[in-house]
C-alpha cells in the first residue's frame, strides 16, 4: 500500500517515483520503460540531472487502460496507435478486433481438439484426414513461375496468382479448374526453390507472346491427396498427416508439393470454409 503523502502537494501536482507508480498500476518497471518506448506512457517528469523517471496520477487511468489491453492481447502497436489519435483508430475498433481475433483462435483450438482424439506421439491415427492416391489425368495449363523462400512463398504465389489471372481474362480464356501452387523442393524448404502457379485451360493458347505465362502440356501425374478443410495457417496437420500416409505406404516421391484451392476467398468470406487439396507427387514407377 502507498503511504507516502505530501498534504503541501495537491493531487494534480503530485509525482510519483517509478516504483511507486508500478505499485499503483500493477506493472512492472520493465513494463513502464516499454511502454515509454513505444510512445505509448511517457514519465510526467524525468530529472535533467539523476535520470530518475515520476509520473502522475492522472496517468494512472491511462496505464490501467494500456495495462487491461495487454492482458488481452492487443499488440503494442495499435494500443500506440489509438492513444496518438482515438479518432483514426478508436480504442472500441481494437477491441472489436481483439474480439474478433480470439473468437478465431477459439475455434482454430476447438477444430484441433476435434482432431486430435485419439492422437498419439507417432502417429496421425487419432486425426481426420482422409488420403487418397488420385490419378491427375494430362491436360493444358497457363503456368507461372518463380523462386521463393518458405518465407516469402506465400507473396510470391499471391503475385503469381493475380499475374495469372490477368492474363485468363486478356486473354478469354476459360479455365478448366481451380489454380495449383506446386512446390520444387523435395520437402526440403530450407533454400530457395521454384514455385509454379498453374490454372487448367480447355485448349493450348494460340498467342504465345502474350505471355510470361507459358501454355504447357502437364503430362499425367499420380498424387497422394488429402483436403484440407479450413484456414491456411492450420494447413501443417493436414500435411503432416499426408507426409506420414506416404511413408507408412512407402511410395516413391517425385520431389513436387502442391496446393490447389478449391475454395478460398473468392468463394467465401469465412476462412473455415476453405478447402485445400495439397498433394505430393508419386515418381513412376
Not at 16 to 29: D, E, M, V
Not at 42 to 62: I, N, W
Not at 245 to 271: C, I, K, M, N, Q
Request: with cysteine; proline share 5%; hydrophobic share 40%.
Amino acid at each position: 500500500m502507498i503511504t507516502e503523502h505530501d498534504t503541501r502537494t495537491s493531487a494534480a501536482e503530485r509525482r510519483l517515483s517509478i516504483g511507486l507508480f508500478a505499485q499503483l498500476t500493477n506493472l512492472t518497471h520493465k513494463a513502464l520503460k516499454t511502454y515509454e518506448r513505444y510512445g505509448i506512457l511517457q514519465p510526467a517528469h524525468v530529472d535533467p540531472e539523476t535520470r530518475y523517471r515520476f509520473y502522475s496520477l492522472q496517468q494512472v487511468r491511462t496505464a490501467e487502460t494500456i495495462r487491461l489491453l495487454r492482458t488481452v492481447g492487443v499488440p503494442l502497436r495499435d494500443i500506440a496507435a489509438a492513444l496518438r489519435d482515438e479518432e483514426t483508430t478508436p480504442l472500441a475498433t481494437l477491441l472489436v478486433l481483439r474480439r474478433e481475433h480470439l473468437a478465431a483462435e477459439l475455434a482454430a483450438t476447438e477444430r484441433l481438439l476435434d482432431h486430435l482424439g485419439g492422437v498419439t506421439a507417432d502417429s496421425c491415427t487419432g486425426l481426420s484426414t482422409d488420403v487418397v492416391l488420385r490419378e491427375v489425368p494430362a491436360h493444358c495449363a497457363l503456368v507461372c513461375a518463380a523462386q521463393c523462400t518458405f518465407d516469402t512463398h506465400e507473396a510470391t504465389v499471391d503475385r503469381l496468382l493475380e499475374r495469372l489471372a490477368r492474363v485468363t481474362g486478356t486473354l478469354g480464356l476459360a479455365p478448366g479448374g481451380r489454380e495449383t501452387a506446386t512446390y520444387f523442393t523435395d520437402l526440403d524448404f530450407t533454400h530457395d526453390y521454384r514455385v509454379e502457379v498453374s490454372v487448367p485451360v480447355h485448349a493450348p493458347c494460340d498467342r504465345p507472346e502474350a505471355f510470361p505465362p507459358s501454355c504447357r502440356h502437364v503430362p499425367a501425374t499420380t498424387v497422394a491427396t488429402a483436403v484440407h478443410r479450413g484456414p491456411y495457417r492450420e494447413m501443417s496437420t493436414t500435411a503432416a498427416c499426408l507426409v506420414s500416409w506416404v511413408a507408412e505406404h512407402d511410395l516413391p516421391l517425385a520431389g513436387r508439393f502442391s496446393e490447389t484451392y478449391l475454395v478460398d476467398e473468392r468463394d467465401t468470406d469465412d476462412p473455415d470454409a476453405y478447402r485445400t487439396a495439397i498433394g505430393l507427387a508419386i515418381a513412376a514407377a
